[in-house]
């Protein structure tokens, strides 16, 4: 079913695992990233950032993930990440994605409510979810770097505060991650996400999850983290094989002989996620 964020993670929360959000870096991967959810059994949250909903066309993402999500029999949810434009936000709402996030976290608290608030109205007018962020994640995010000595966690104070007076549906908390990370991993903060969870009523959601050891996600999922994103990773291993079979073939061969195995990379990676994101030994 063609479905929202809301609905996912609700579901994630009664039986306690995450569903992973994976990024879309073109419409070549999006089949594959689907059919590895349902080979796990698993709901999936597609999401994109507002440039590549741009190049692909809103239309299009929507079409593939609703005509899938029937076909498949698994529930798909479409998401627009870290979008700071209302009006981005709207046009992913007008042409059907059933999630957006609105990312004013480096906004002053009071605009970031504000400005959340305004997305928040909205968006739940056409029974769209809404994820909000508090405090910043580092790395780097389509092209925007964040140095780590700006880098300011998610206060659990200011999380009840924002979660009420917003609505959102969802917040990604700062706990530690970062974007683009890949090459190695970081140390989460889980005593300060213990704390989170302890005073809010909504999912959490964790930005930059390639970067977080496996080891330690379970731990993150029995302490409220029900959205799990993970983008870098098939980003590299899509990039990594096309370099290979581009190389190696010739100027003649079909494409799809190219980019299969790019796409079954990105499967791969996506059902292994999956596996550990269902939290199965809980």
Same mark, same amino acid.
């Given at each position: 079913?063609?479905?929202?964020?809301?609905?996912?993670?609700?579901?994630?929360?009664?039986?306690?695992?995450?569903?992973?959000?994976?990024?879309?870096?073109?419409?070549?991967?999006?089949?594959?990233?689907?059919?590895?959810?349902?080979? !796990?059994? =698993?709901?999936?949250?597609? !999401? @994109?950032?507002?440039?590549?909903?741009?190049?692909? +066309?809103?239309?299009?993402?929507?079409?593939?993930?609703?005509?899938?999500?029937?076909?498949?029999?698994?529930?798909?949810?479409?998401?627009?990440?870290?979008?700071?434009?209302?009006?981005?936000?709207?046009?992913?709402? %007008?042409?059907?994605?059933?999630?957006?996030?609105? %990312?004013?976290?480096?906004?002053?608290?009071?605009?970031?409510?504000?400005?959340?608030?305004?997305?928040?109205?909205?968006?739940?007018? /056409?029974?769209?979810?809404?994820?909000?962020?508090?405090?910043?994640?580092?790395?780097?995010?389509? +092209?925007?770097?964040?140095?780590? %000595?700006?880098?300011?966690?998610?206060?659990?104070?200011?999380?009840?505060?924002?979660?009420?007076?917003?609505?959102?549906?969802?917040?990604?908390?700062?706990?530690?991650?970062?974007?683009? !990370?890949?090459? =190695?991993?970081?140390?989460?903060?889980?005593?300060?996400?213990?704390?989170?969870?302890?005073?809010?009523?909504?999912?959490?959601?964790?930005?930059?999850? @390639?970067?977080?050891?496996?080891?330690?996600?379970?731990?993150?999922?029995?302490?409220?983290?029900?959205?799990?994103?993970?983008? @870098?990773?098939?980003?590299?291993?899509?990039?990594?094989?096309?370099?290979?079979? /581009?190389?190696?073939?010739?100027?003649?061969?079909?494409?799809?002989?190219?980019?299969?195995?790019?796409? !079954?990379?990105?499967?791969?990676?996506?059902?292994?996620?999956?596996?550990?994101?269902?939290?199965?030994?809980?």
């Amino acid at each position: 079913m063609y479905t929202t964020l809301k609905e996912v993670t609700r579901k994630a929360e009664e039986l306690n695992y995450t569903v992973g959000a994976f990024n879309a870096h073109n419409l070549e991967m999006l089949p594959d990233m689907i059919r590895a959810a349902k080979e !796990q059994g =698993s709901s999936i949250i597609i !999401q @994109t950032s507002v440039d590549t909903a741009k190049y692909i +066309g809103h239309e299009n993402l929507v079409a593939v993930c609703k005509s899938m999500a029937t076909k498949e029999m698994v529930d798909v949810a479409l998401h627009l990440d870290h979008a700071k434009n209302f009006d981005d936000i709207k046009e992913a709402i %007008d042409k059907g994605y059933t999630s957006v996030m609105f %990312d004013g976290s480096s906004l002053p608290f009071k605009e970031n409510i504000i400005k959340t608030s305004i997305v928040v109205k909205y968006a739940h007018k /056409f029974g769209v979810s809404v994820e909000g962020e508090l405090g910043t994640i580092g790395g780097t995010e389509e +092209g925007i770097h964040v140095d780590e %000595d700006k880098k300011v966690y998610t206060d659990p104070k200011d999380a009840i505060v924002f979660v009420e007076a917003t609505g959102v549906d969802a917040l990604a908390v700062a706990i530690g991650t970062n974007h683009g !990370q890949y090459k =190695s991993k970081t140390e989460v903060n889980v005593p300060l996400l213990k704390e989170i969870d302890a005073v809010v009523d909504v999912p959490l959601v964790i930005h930059g999850g @390639t970067g977080v050891k496996e080891t330690d996600i379970p731990e993150l999922i029995n302490n409220g983290i029900r959205k799990f994103n993970v983008g @870098t990773e098939l980003l590299v291993a899509w990039t990594k094989t096309a370099k290979e079979t /581009f190389g190696e073939t010739k100027e003649t061969k079909s494409l799809r002989h190219n980019i299969i195995p790019c796409n !079954q990379a990105v499967k791969e990676i996506v059902k292994h996620k999956i596996n550990i994101f269902m939290n199965k030994n809980e």
